[in-house]
């Protein structure tokens, strides 16, 4: 069966930097967009950023375009995400999601086929 692990999460101070990794198994990762999502306490879960399967085209929500940037390895079915810069409104649970869909940018989170747990990220001021 697919699954979608995150790791890298944790504890950071404000300005601080976290490189988090999500690691699949169980699907032909090249043909899948992968995205990031995140969920603050009490917030429904907001799209973070995503990267095309294709060429490798990404997107990001305004809220964190210049301070993170996602990537990927399909040698090693892994997308990433290195976050810098981070703020206190940046703590969240965040999560990793695979989409089949073709569109050429993939934000909505009904679009995403498959889910991992979730990493808590928590940036302290």
Known sequence: QVQLVESGGGLVQAGGSLRLSC????????????????QAPGKE???????????????????????FTISRDNAKNTVYLQMNNLKPEDTAVYYCAASA???RVVRRL?????????????VSS
Do not use: C, H
Not at 23 to 37: D, E, K, N, P, V
Not at 59 to 65: E, G, H, N, P, R
Not at 110 to 122: A, I, L, N, S
């Open 23 to 38: 690691a699949a198994s169980g699907l032909t990762f090249s043909t899948y967009t992968m995205g990031w999502f995140r």
């Open 45 to 67: 879960r907001e799209f973070v950023s995503t990267i095309n399967w294709r060429a490798g085209s990404t997107y990001y929500a305004d809220s964190v375009k210049g301070r």
């Open 101 to 103: 869909s073709p569109d």
């Open 110 to 122: 009904e679009k995403y086929d498959y889910w991992g747990q979730g990493t808590q990220v928590t």
